[in-house]
């Protein structure tokens, strides 16, 4: 298994398209958001101090949870590649297991989508840097590295069951393309969630990624925010962090660090068994 995921890292990073068009969509926010979309936010806050600073941390906690979608769905270009290809049926006749061979699909995804998370996280913190930001602390990139672990882990289970219902490499491109420019409004990175109407919302707080941005904006955003509203009021902060959706409410209840992590974990095992069972039906 270890010898197949292998395999497939070195397919996947020799082939810099697939590399490029899994970042696609991190490309575009980064644009849209440095073009006009952080002018647009940052004049919204007013004169609160640091605003550029939170608006910056509050971007990045997005694109990490974004790129923990897109990098897995790029890498599990290679499983439907082979299958386009029949390149499967010789990788079937080899004295792999196809457990291992699944695994080895499963486990190149997974460790994909952290490297490129982490190189995500390293260009993204040079960025606040660079705008006069700070960067995070020992025991926060701890957090986030904890969390980029759980966030992949949940995007390669949803991503490995919407895969599987795939077998053509122009099928797959197209539907890459349409969930790399959904992604972001589903995170709420092009409009804060707090702007979208009430039933877009509710899709939002029940879709998997949408808690791995919740969960990295508070730890990303906390010294930021800390700072920017010190001696704000309560309510104040309460309001802000809603409307950004750094926090959720679902009804009259406040979506806890517990439960979005219990979501992320709950969809990932759901979808892990969805997705062996629609594999398994197929070969069938």
Not at 31 to 42: I, P, S
Not at 210 to 233: C, N, T, Y
């Amino acid at each position: 298994m270890i010898n197949f995921m292998k395999r497939n890292l070195l397919v996947f990073f020799k082939d810099r398209a697939s590399v490029f068009f899994s970042l696609l969509s991190v490309f575009i926010i980064i644009g849209m958001y440095a073009l006009f979309l952080g002018d647009v936010w940052t004049s919204s806050m007013g004169d609160v101090p640091g605003s550029r600073f939170v608006m910056d941390s509050w971007i990045v906690a997005g694109l990490i949870a974004v790129t923990s979608v897109t990098t897995t769905m790029g890498a599990f270009g290679t499983m439907v590649e082979d299958q386009s290809k029949k390149i499967i049926k010789d990788i079937r006749s080899s004295p792999l297991a196809r457990t291992s061979i699944a695994g080895g699909y499963i486990l190149s995804a997974f460790v994909i989508g952290v490297i490129m998370c982490l190189i995500a996280l390293a260009l993204c913190e040079v960025y606040v840097l660079a705008g006069g930001g700070a960067l995070l602390g020992g025991m926060q990139l701890l957090k986030v590295f904890g969390l980029i672990l759980l966030s992949t882990f949940s995007s390669t289970a949803l991503v490995l069951f919407f895969v599987s219902f795939f077998r053509s490499i122009n099928a797959f491109s197209i539907a890459s393309t349409i969930i790399g420019t959904v992604i972001g409004f589903l995170t709420g990175i092009y409009i804060p969630i707090g702007q979208l109407p009430n039933g877009v919302q509710w899709v939002i707080k029940f879709f998997p990624p949408s808690h791995s941005a919740l969960l990295l904006r508070q730890v990303i955003m906390e010294d930021a925010l800390k700072a920017s509203f010190a001696g704000a009021p309560a309510d104040v902060i309460e309001s802000f962090k809603e409307l950004m959706g750094v926090t959720f409410k679902i009804g009259d209840t406040v979506v806890t660090p517990i439960m979005s992590i219990g979501i992320l974990v709950g969809a990932g095992i759901l979808f892990l068994g969805l997705s062996i069972l629609n594999l398994s039906r197929k070969k069938k």
